[in-house]
């Protein structure tokens, strides 16, 4: 999708620190870390809100939720971690390819704003 941050990591145009890449996901470090491990899973495919995914999608999605947990020392998921997926303005949605953010490295308490 043009002008989609995401999307041009995903192409390799835009640098990112990289976790972790196959056919259906790439996993970053998020630019601005909200807990002590903050990465990024950003399917491939582009869609903006789960509303608008379809099934294809939704299986892709499915892929990547299998995958994080696989994942536990190059993200460092021992202790425990949180999975966050904002959708729309309301939610703090900056960047409109739907991604999960994946919070480790300490205990963390629930603060919802
Ligand atoms: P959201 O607000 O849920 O859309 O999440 C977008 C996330 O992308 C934020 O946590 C940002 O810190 C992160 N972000 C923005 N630009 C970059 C970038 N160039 N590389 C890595 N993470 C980024
Ligand atoms: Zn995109």
């Not at 999608?57 to 696989?70: D, G, H, N, S």
């Not at 729309?88 to 994946?102: N, T």
């Amino acid at each position: 999708m043009e002008n989609c941050l995401f999307c041009k990591i995903i192409a390799g145009e835009i640098p990112a620190q990289k976790m972790y890449e196959d056919d259906d996901m790439i996993i970053i470090k998020d630019i601005d870390p909200k807990a002590k491990n903050h990465f990024l899973c950003i399917p491939k495919t582009h869609f903006k809100l789960l509303a608008e995914m379809t099934e294809e999608q939704a299986e892709t999605l499915k892929r990547c939720l299998k995958k994080i947990p696989t994942l536990e020392k190059e993200l460092e998921l021992k202790g425990g971690y949180r999975l966050v997926i904002n959708q729309g303005d309301d939610a703090g949605q900056s960047v409109f390819h739907l991604h999960i953010h994946i919070l480790s490295g300490q205990k963390m308490g629930w603060t919802p704003a």
